[in-house]
């Protein structure tokens, strides 16, 4: 049976607003906000700290919502056209007054006009170098082993700009760990590897916990919120925002900022996403892969999160009710009242995604109270779903891997095998089954009812309607011109993708045996919770049947969090290893 809430759930349900505000911008569920606090409590952000809340603070700064003049449907990059989709509602363009806690175009956060040009801001005082310093901030006890945090120290920010990447967009970024500008002659006989990070979401954007994954001592670390989200401006824009972008924007990065190859791309549930699509649009740029909580964003994986007959739906029944509820869909899976939702009108995928289409209409529509108040519904499923997994922000100090058998892992000259905690094989689980035996019985699909994608060929943008939430619903304590300064990028972003999945998706069949050929050669290693009810197991074994080169490994206690003590522990292994074999 499936676990509900925790008592420290229910009580953000109390929180105001702006506090469910702030957390749902700042996490994918509890769990980025519990990390934080978890930092904090075991010392480690020191000096760093007031620079991490500030950055937490920007999330709800205000942000004006005003009728914009641009007017570009497409973008070009390095040649390449692309046919952007276009604002379901073009009166809406959201540009914001501030970044990072500061005017735009002031010598922290600016952006030339010479299109394409970067400012880069470095802090007042020289980073020392790396390489000199790590020793005495090292993450690794005495026996050099991770300590209980598993990642590596926070560090300060080398550097942080601005790129921009068409008339509309301004992408963010930040770079940690090895610095080139300040690189001494013997650094030069052990070049950095470089790494970039890829968030999740969409609309999530990226932290500098983020960076903690890997080694300062080896690797220039790159960070970037992509388009509509985190300090990229415009915040929550979805004009010229698609996956085809997306890929297009990572691959801008890597040329302005001068990197030759990615020594690893790392990404995580819509970031993997990210990542497969790059890789296999640029495998030349691209040396490793890391993905977690493998997700692929075709039809199912949307349907399981936001369709009534999906998995989470019945995972979390009463939740599913709560979130429908709330944005009037009915019973029968209609809004009353509505001919739009009648029996009549509805096609199989329309009646599935009622509620999901709903809260595209009230999250990208203009009336700002009910944005606001589909957002606080929508932060309340995501809660619910997270709850349902291994690792929650509560449990930030236990190992979910109590039982011997930690993983299942299949690596291709292996096959399938059972590791314990140590990473030692072990032959059979407590029920007596071998490995290969198992592997079927992860699947989640199997057990709800789950559709099979349709066509993506004429896939549109779909147009926003205007839409009225239940007249019973207790109202906002919020005026409509504080409601306007709150752009809830993650929950806009995320419901706009999900609702427009088969025109992101429409060039990029992730798992087509043509896709998979040109990443083939690639190393991967992908991390995935056994217990994850974000991005189930599904994907991630859907991908190792067409990539057997790719290694998987299956936390099989813990759910979707990168904070996941065991998720975390794999990852920075996966960098390390990858580490180790990049400078041999």
């Known amino acids: ?50 620079s991490l809340i500030s950055r937490q603070i920007s999330f709800v700064a205000p942000v004006a919502v005003r009728k914009s003049s641009l007017s570009d449907d497409s973008s070009s990059f390095g040649g390449s056209k692309i046919n952007a989709p276009v604002h379901p ?66 560090l300060p920010r080398n550097c942080n700009g601005t790129l921009q990447v068409d008339s509309i967009h301004t ?17 030069a006989l052990h070049p950095p590897l470089t790494a970039l990070f890829l968030h999740g979401g969409p609309g999530a954007g990226c932290f500098p916990n983020h960076a903690r994954f890997f080694d300062p001592a080896r690797y220039r670390i790159i ?65 490793s892969i890391i993905l977690r909580g493998v997700c692929t964003f075709r039809s199912q994986e949307v349907e399981w999160l936001f369709g009534r007959d999906g998995g989470a739906s019945v995972l979390n029944p009463a939740g599913w009710k709560e979130f429908e509820d709330a944005v009037g869909i009915d019973a029968s899976g209609c809004k009353g009242g509505d001919t739009r939702y009648s029996e009549d009108n509805h096609n199989d995928l329309e009646k599935r995604r009622a509620a999901l289409h709903a809260y595209y209409d009230c999250l990208l529509g203009e009336d700002s109270l009910v944005r606001l108040q589909a957002a606080k519904s929508w932060f309340k499923w995501e809660m619910g779903i997270s709850a349902l997994a291994g690792f929650s922000g509560n449990d930030k ?83 409509e011109d504080e409601a306007k300064q709150f752009i809830l990028a993650q929950a806009m972003l995320t419901c706009f993708y999900s609702v427009n999945d088969k025109y992101m998706m429409q060039k990029f069949d992730l798992l087509s045996k043509e896709r998979i050929e040109r990443i083939r050669h690639i190393p991967c290693i992908a991390v995935q919770g056994g217990q994850d009810t974000i991005c189930p197991i599904d994907t991630a074994l859907d991908l190792h049947t067409v990539w057997p080169e ?32 990049g400078t041999n």
């Open 1 to 50: 049976m499936a676990r509900g809430w925790t008592p420290n759930h229910r009580m953000l349900l109390f929180l105001p607003l702006s506090v469910l505000v702030f957390l749902q911008e700042c996490v994918a569920g509890p769990l980025r906000f519990g990390t934080m606090q978890q930092s904090a409590r075991a010392g480690h952000l020191r000096n760093r700290q007031t």
């Open 89 to 154: 509602n073009p009166q809406m363009a959201r540009k914001p007054i501030s970044v990072f806690g500061m005017a735009v175009g002031t010598t922290e956060n600016r952006t030339s006009q010479s299109g394409g040009a970067t400012f880069k801001a470095r802090p007042a005082q020289a980073q020392q170098n790396v390489n000199s310093t790590n020793s005495s901030v090292s993450n690794r006890d005495a026996n050099g082993t991770m300590s209980q945090t598993n990642l590596y120290p926070p």
């Open 171 to 187: 992408l963010y970024y930040e770079e940690y760990g090895r610095d080139p500008a300040n690189e001494s002659e013997a650094d």
């Open 223 to 287: 960070l970037f919120d992509q388009r509509g989200c985190g300090r990229s401006a415009p915040r929550g824009e979805t004009r010229n925002n698609s996956l085809a972008h997306l890929v297009e924007d990572c691959e801008a990065l890597r040329v302005e900022l001068g990197v030759d190859k990615w020594d690893v791309v790392l990404g995580g549930s819509w970031g993997a996403t990210l990542a497969l699509a790059y890789a296999q649009e640029y495998p030349g740029s691209v040396s």
């Open 397 to 479: 100090d236990k190992d979910n891997s109590d039982s011997p058998i930690a993983c299942l892992q299949f690596r291709k000259r292996t096959g399938w095998e059972f590791l314990d905690k140590g990473g030692q094989h072990v032959a059979l689980n407590s029920a007596g089954q071998a490995a290969p035996d198992v592997v079927s019985s992860l699947r989640q699909w199997q057990r709800s009812s789950i559709k099979s994608p349709s066509s993506r060929n004429g896939a549109k943008i779909r147009s926003i309607q205007q839409y009225e939430l239940p007249a019973n619903l207790t109202p906002l304590n919020c005026a």
């Open 550 to 581: 790719m290694e998987l490994r299956v936390l099989l206690a813990s759910g979707h969090s990168m904070y996941d003590p065991a998720i975390s522990r794999e990852l920075v292994r996966a960098t390390e290893r990858l580490q180790q074999e």
